[in-house]
């Protein structure tokens, strides 16, 4: 946010909004109001000539954000994950986003390798190739390993691209900060949320080795998932810059034809990846966040092969109960208990009537319910759903909308190879499933056994914490009340050799 160069990047911005066509569209996606409309136009339209043209063949968001450069281009796919922030029809259009940017010069990648691994190429690898993927913030070359012979995938980031983005970014919070200085109603957006989102996820896509300890994690969860692979990360030859890892063979996921001719079965290739998103998403709570169809192959043996892992999505253990009892709930029509759920959960504030929101459940989950198999739509169901808990109330969760979007994606892609298969009857024995495991006795003796491990860790400090909270409470007493110091102190040493037995106990057992 620092320097005048951020007024004239916004001003550039807003005239290329305005001369791709693209500034109404966005002023109405963010229901910016009259004020934000005034200020935007004023910056614009005088410098409109000295905006960006772009492909006039683009949707026009589309259009002004690639001819804006890498930053807005990845704004946009952030962006196209918060349906909540800009409105379905812009997520859409912003979806269509492809990193098909010029790319770099393979002499440059080369000497980028270099640099990173502290080896003369030619001594790392016997082939590198010219790039066969150019994205906003990388390219991709094919190589071979000169130490083995094996083919890999090089991801190289370009050359000055932190400094590229910290400008934009710093331009980016400076809009935000104007939008809620002109506009107080659009602070509901969180715009200045949003930015620090983007600002965190970028970092994160710039040093190549968080993404390669995201794609560790993720192949350790899912190495025993039938017909499902991930290519292996080759530490030896990644840094902060360069992510070396073992080439996905295949066919492109999209190319029905191609898989018809290695002889897989759709039908089943479609279950199956539904299948692994809920299991993933539900039982590991780590879920590739960016699954269509340009991230996945097929290969000969039928396997679905998963990869470019810079978008993850993380719910935490209890968020996923909760949301798998919300998905139980609407499989078996219980839309009582799927409110109770958001309540007990604190999704919804306690004073807003339990009924009325099962009443206003049930005209989200009736008229899905009685589509035909090949309409019903998970995804569409959480977008509802977040349609009803936002009118009670209901603050936004970036983790469930990450989940949603990646929902919608991945059932595109499961209807693009079998356009009849039934969503519910592929989920209903994951979620009860996880359901079984995670909500019944056996959990609950799991539950008991963690909280159990934790107390004992803490085992000889807690009659020390318990004597010393206890006697605090005694000094705060009013003057009236002092007498009862002397019982509160006897609680205290009762308290802390209570606790002593507890400790021991649990010591002998644990």
Do not use: C
């Not at 968001?61 to 800009?86: C, E, H, N």
């Not at 409105?87 to 990193?99: H, I, K, N």
């Amino acid at each position: 946010m620092r320097g005048p160069h951020n007024i004239w990047r916004l001003i550039r911005t807003g005239a290329t909004l305005e001369r791709t066509g693209a500034m109404n569209f966005v002023l109405d996606a963010f229901e910016a109001p009259k004020a934000v409309r005034l200020v935007a136009r004023a910056l614009a339209i005088p410098f409109k000539p000295l905006g960006y043209k772009g492909d006039p063949n683009l949707q026009p968001a589309t259009r002004a954000l690639t001819a804006l450069g890498p930053a807005y281009i990845k704004f946009g796919q952030i962006l196209s994950t918060r349906p909540d922030v800009v409105g379905e029809e812009m997520a859409l259009q912003l979806r269509v986003l492809q990193d098909q940017l010029p790319a770099f010069p393979v002499d440059v990648a080369k000497a980028e390798v270099e640099k990173e691994l502290g080896q003369p190429i030619d001594a790392i690898f016997s082939e590198f190739s010219e790039p066969v993927a150019a994205a906003s913030i990388a390219q991709v070359h094919r190589a071979r390993l000169a130490s083995s012979g094996e083919e890999v995938a090089v991801k190289v980031l370009r050359p000055g691209v932190e400094k590229a983005f910290q400008k934009d970014v710093d331009a980016f919070y400076l809009a935000a900060r104007m939008v809620e200085l002109f506009s107080p109603g659009s602070r509901r957006l969180r715009p200045m949320d949003v930015i620090e989102h983007f600002d965190g996820v970028v970092h994160g896509e710039l040093d190549l080795r968080l993404e390669s300890a995201a794609a560790s994690e993720f192949a350790a969860n899912t190495k025993d998932d039938a017909g499902f692979q991930l290519p292996l990360i080759k530490w030896d030859y990644s840094a902060r810059r360069v992510m070396t890892l073992g080439w996905a063979e295949g066919v492109p996921m999209g190319d029905n034809a191609a898989i018809d001719a290695i002889g897989v079965d759709r039908v089943e290739l479609s279950e199956r990846i539904l299948a692994l998103f809920l299991n993933h998403a539900l039982r590991d709570g780590y879920f590739h966040g960016d699954m269509h169809q340009g991230n996945l192959k097929v290969a000969d043996n039928g396997d679905i092969v998963a990869f470019d892992f810079g978008i993850m999505g993380h719910i935490d253990e209890y968020t996923r109960r909760v949301y798998a009892e919300i998905l139980y709930g609407f499989i078996r029509k219980d839309y009582k208990r799927v409110a109770e759920v958001h309540f007990e959960a604190g999704y919804i504030p306690a004073d807003k009537d339990v009924d009325e929101f099962a009443r206003a459940l049930r005209a989200v989950g009736e008229p899905i319910f009685g589509m035909d198999a090949d309409r019903i739509s998970m995804g569409r169901l959480l977008a509802y759903l977040f349609e009803v808990t936002e009118r009670f109330g209901m603050e936004t969760r970036t983790e469930l909308i990450l989940l949603q979007r990646t929902m919608i994606v991945v059932e595109g892609v499961a209807r693009s190879l079998n356009p009849q298969m039934n969503i519910w009857q592929v989920a209903a024995p994951i979620v009860t499933d996880y359901i079984t495991k995670s909500i019944g006795p056996k959990a609950i003796i799991t539950d008991l056994t963690k909280t159990a491990r934790v107390l004992s860790r803490f085992g000889p400090r807690l009659p020390a914490l318990v004597e010393a909270a206890l006697i605090r409470q005694a000094e705060a007493l009013p003057p009236a009340r002092k007498p009862f110091k002397r019982y509160i102190a006897l609680a205290a040493v009762l308290g802390a050799a209570g606790a002593a037995i507890v400790i021991g106990i649990l010591d002998a057992v644990f």
